[in-house]
T-cell receptor, first 111, second 114 residues
């Protein structure tokens, strides 16, 4: 059974700092990995999608890497801003159609 | 708005009542998913449709839950005889069958059973 773990559970940083969020998964046979952002009481916004054959994806200040063999992904956020405060969720898609999610990292960026 | 749309956004119901939620996926997406999210947890898979066919159901989907996608477009999720444990955010997502299968989520329906 695929299990996804995200560390840390919560993170508080001052504005401008670079930070890394971690995601690990137990079964390396994944189809892809997706990072999402969730604001309180809202739905999920897709940030980055990495196919199993890819090593990284970049979008603006965000960079996600994937090491499938070791079951790890990281989300790097450069020059953090208060507007980045949210919960960040990592999810993997296996041979079945569903996404398996971690419990998220709650990020607070202080001005 | 061309994103995934869910209705209602919030629903408060008394225990024992039936509720129905609707999801309109992105128009060209033939794959539709329902997830449930409780406070402090990641979303958990409930069920998946490819066009109008329901291809996978989670064990979380008890016999009080039923989902349909009659014409392969919008979908409904019905919960019969609601219980307090059903209180959660119900999320709908859709994706294309090709192009990496990136999942796009709606804003969710927050259900509170009192």
């Amino acid at each position: 059974k695929q299990e996804v773990t995200q560390i840390p559970a919560a993170l508080s940083v001052p504005e401008g700092e670079n930070l890394v969020l971690n995601c690990s998964f137990t079964d390396s046979a994944i189809y892809n990995l997706q990072w999402f952002r969730q604001d309180p009481g809202k739905g999920l916004t897709s940030l980055l999608l990495i196919q199993s054959s890819q090593r990284e994806q970049t979008s603006g200040r965000l960079n996600a890497s994937l090491d499938k063999s070791s079951g790890r992904s990281t989300l790097y956020i450069a020059a953090s801003q208060p507007g980045d405060s949210a919960t960040y969720l990592c999810a993997v898609r296996t041979g079945f159609q569903k996404l398996v999610f971690g419990t998220g990292t709650r990020l607070l960026v202080s001005p | 708005d061309t994103g995934v749309s869910q209705d209602p956004r919030h629903k408060i119901t008394k225990r024992g009542q039936n509720v129905t939620f609707r999801c309109d996926p992105i128009s060209e997406h033939n794959r539709l998913y329902w997830y449930r999210q409780t406070l402090g947890q990641g979303p958990e898979f409930l069920t998946y449709f490819q066009n109008e066919a329901q291809l996978e159901k989670s064990r979380l989907l008890s016999d009080r839950f039923s989902a349909e996608r009659p014409k392969g477009s919008f979908s409904t999720l019905e919960i019969q005889r609601t219980e307090q444990g059903d209180s959660a955010m119900y999320l709908c997502a859709s994706s294309l069958p090709r192009g990496g299968r990136e999942a796009f989520f709606g804003q969710g329906t927050r259900l509170t059973v009192v």
